[in-house]
């Protein structure tokens, strides 16, 4: 994981202690997301990837 993983785990940090482990879970609930998203009217969307969430490893090897 990323430094932000990290830092958000130190007590007092974050309020709540909230970590960003599950944030809008777009990764189970894309279809429905981009249904709404038609629904809405929206026409463009921009997502981005935690790259060392995905690669965790930091190579090819290790796909999370």
Known sequence: MGIWDDYVRLPGRVNN???GDVADDFYHK???DIEMMKSLGIKNFRMSFSWPRLLPDGTVDNVN
């Open 17 to 19: 202690n909230d970590t």
């Open 30 to 32: 894309f279809e429905s």
